[in-house]
């Protein structure tokens, strides 16, 4: 499938909507609530279809999201409390916990696991995979991620991404000494993970033109089923994966 392929724009939709959770309330940018909720309001009036929309929020501030005048439209609450607050009044649309928890029926569940041990979930529970940290020793490697992406898409266990996955293609940040997994890496990976390839090789690639060209031939399909496998990440930055794809032509 060529760049000129009017069927592209469908497929880079399907690899690419929804993509982006709101995470900006944590590191590395850690914006005060106030201003997160702003930037959100921005996000939603821009309606770009990269992003989810959906608000990121630590059950321990949970009241301060509260008492923001303005409320997003949907919320990801991420646990890092011992006992959960009632958060039936908020429009809640999963929960992200170490543990498997009770939680509402129209309120899906996603469990936090290191890539290299994977624990199965009851069904209808997701999983939930770090893709870095504020430390190097944070960032799976390669052959581990790739593994638990092989895992999930051989049992067709949805999962949701989170830290490190500041840009598009992967790359080394000397800050930290470590090469950063890539958001398209990933994405392609699970495509390749879903047509029973190994994705080690897509996953560890920094050729991004190869990479471009991979994203342009993926068949929709193929596609639909690997974001229903991946089904977002989270971003504390909601502009640079939205600017990364423009850049690259894969914007739509």
Partial sequence: MS??????????????SAL???AGLFPPTSLHMDEAVARHQRDLESGNPVLTHRFLCPTS???GLRRQEQQPQLVGLIVDTETVPDFSDLPVDFVESTAVLQVPEHVRLFVETHPRHISPVPHGVGLKVRCGGMTA???????ELS???SYCAEHD???KATAGLHHAVRHFDP???VDRHG???LVLAVCAAVEKRDPFRVLGSTDVGDLVRQAQAVPEDVARQARRILVSYGSCSTAAPVEDLKTLGLDG
Avoid: K, M, Y
Avoid at 3 to 16: C, E, I, N, S
Avoid at 137 to 143: I, L, N, R, T
């Fill in 20 to 22: 982006v959770d709101d």
């Fill in 147 to 149: 593994e638990f992406i």
């Fill in 175 to 177: 800050s930290l000494g």
């Fill in 137 to 143: 020793d944070a960032f799976p490697s390669v052959g």
């Fill in 61 to 63: 501030r949970i009241d």
């Fill in 183 to 185: 958001f398209l890496n």
């Fill in 157 to 159: 266990q949805p999962f």
């Fill in 3 to 16: 760049a000129v392929d009017p069927g592209t724009p469908r497929v880079r939709t399907a690899l690419f």
